[in-house]
């Protein structure tokens, strides 16, 4: 993060810490919490912006031939109890 957008959002955090100080804890507390949303929003949209490095680049999410064999394994089990009926060849 750049030194400028840094400390703006140090300053945002401040500005909320002392209007947080002035309410009832039921207020500071809805307060905290939007502000936690608008930051992690913010840090998604800012992050979506950025353009990916090598180290960052989205993997698979899984594994093909390893969900493959488990679906097998479960099928497997399944005819084994007499749930699913073995198919005709």
């Not at 957008?5 to 401040?14: D, K, N, P, Q, T």
Request: net charge positive; aromatic share 0%.
């Amino acid at each position: 993060m750049q030194d400028g957008a840094g400390s703006a959002v140090r300053e945002c955090v401040r500005q909320m810490a002392a209007v947080a100080a002035n309410v009832p804890a039921a207020v500071a507390l809805t307060i905290l919490g939007a502000g936690v949303v608008i930051g992690r929003e913010a840090l998604t949209v800012l992050s979506g912006l950025l353009p990916l490095t090598h180290d960052d680049e989205p993997t698979g999410r899984h594994h093909v031939g390893r969900v493959s064999e488990q679906v097998r394994a479960a099928k497997q089990a399944a005819r084994s109890a007499g749930v699913l009926r073995r198919r005709p060849r």
